[in-house]
């Protein structure tokens, strides 16, 4: 099992900043298959940013320049750096790591953090 606690969110205006954390513990090898899911009232949880199996960080079109994912592996925990936030980025954020076994991918959530951007 892997459990993951996302920890971060409020709220913040347009155009402000918020730094999430995702603390992770459990039987998991690496960092890298972690990365950060979205999803807003309404609409489908969507990958906001990942590492890739070059140890490269991907992003979700619409966030590219403003968000930064990070890690550090000594604190087993992943970052999730927001800049310039809109209020349509307004959402639940959700932790997510894929654990690869001999049946293929397992994935585990973390419970969320809400981001409100309102003025």
């Known amino acids: 099992q892997v459990q993951l606690v996302e920890s971060g969110g409020g709220s913040v205006q347009p155009g402000g900043s918020l730094s999430l954390s995702c603390v992770l513990s459990?039987?998991?090898?690496?960092?890298?298959?972690t990365a950060w899911y979205r999803q807003s009232p309404g609409n489908q949880r969507e990958l906001v940013a990942s590492f890739t199996t070059r140890a490269t960080e991907n992003y979700a079109d619409s966030v590219k320049g403003r968000f930064t994912i990070s890690r550090d592996n000594s604190r087993d925990t992943v970052y999730l750096q927001m800049n310039n936030l809109r209020p349509e980025e307004t959402a639940v954020y959700y932790c997510?790591?894929?654990?690869?076994?001999?049946?293929?991918?397992?994935?585990?959530w973390g419970r969320g953090t809400q981001v409100t951007v309102s003025s």
């Open positions: 997510n790591h894929k654990r690869y076994g001999l049946n293929g991918p397992t994935d585990y």
């Open positions: 459990g039987s998991y090898v690496s960092l890298t298959n």
